[in-house]
């Protein structure tokens, strides 16, 4: 497409239940990030994909968060047994290997507010 | 761990004023980028700069780097209400695979 999909924009859930966001990133960028941006924070990096593989988790906070891009295009967070503090924006962003890697395209986000 | 402290955290002025934000890292900077994010979207790339001393200009928008890769500072010219947003800094660690450092940014409100 055009630009980086997410969806869904907004997602109100409660305390203990199970979230997937999805990301739709521009076509034919082998790289995809996921960044989670606290209110009043910048964003803070999470996990990035280079093709269907993790090539860094780091930014995980724990084992209730994990993604996944088996086809090397779409990416899927999940979270598991959602708390209050999970409630932030999650930012998803692509880029092209090789000289365009510096260069991340950004998708609006998806809110999330677990009450 | 690299932290970027960005100043002044909020500036709220007139359309027409000049300002200046500032951006300073604990580390030495690999690749220096500034963005513009504008509420409900995501984070637009300005520039990219990685020379100490260099300055670049978008329009109205003037970047400079510091001599040392240690600080950076947006200037903007005559700013306009199409200006508001939240300004940040980011670096790609040396090492690292893809991922970025973020500083927390500064909310620029531009009143017409």
């Known amino acids: 497409g055009a630009g980086v999909s997410q969806t869904p924009s907004n997602k109100v859930t409660e305390k203990g239940k199970y979230v997937e966001l999805r990301c739709d990133p521009i076509?034919?960028?082998?790289?995809l990030y996921w960044y989670r941006q606290s209110l009043g924070q910048g964003p803070e990096f999470l996990i990035y994909f280079q093709g269907t593989g993790a090539a860094d988790d780091s930014g995980l906070p724990n084992d209730r968060f994990f993604a996944v891009r088996p086809e090397g295009s779409v990416s899927t967070l999940k979270i598991q047994r959602t708390e209050r503090g999970d409630s932030a924006v999650y930012l998803c962003?692509?880029?092209?290997?090789?000289?365009?890697?510096?260069?991340?395209?950004f998708g609006a986000g998806s809110r999330l507010t677990v009450l | 761990t690299q932290l970027l402290e960005q100043s002044p955290q909020f500036l709220s002025i007139q359309e027409g004023e000049n300002l200046t934000v500032y951006c300073n890292s604990s580390?030495?900077?690999?690749?220096l980028q500034w963005y513009r994010q504008e509420p409900g979207e995501g984070p637009v790339l300005l520039v990219t700069v990685v020379t100490g001393g260099e300055v670049k200009k978008l329009k109205r928008l003037t970047f400079q780097f510091g001599d040392a890769r240690k600080d950076s500072s947006l200037h903007i010219t005559a700013a306009q209400p199409g200006d508001t947003g939240l300004y940040l800094c980011?670096?790609?660690?040396?090492?690292?695979?893809?991922?970025?450092?973020f500083g927390k940014g500064t909310k620029l409100s531009v009143k017409p």
């Open positions: 580390s030495v900077f690999s690749s």
């Open positions: 962003a692509s880029s092209q290997g090789g000289s365009g890697a510096n260069v991340l395209t």
């Open positions: 980011a670096d790609r660690p040396s090492g690292s695979q893809g991922n970025l450092i």
């Open positions: 076509s034919g960028h082998t790289a």
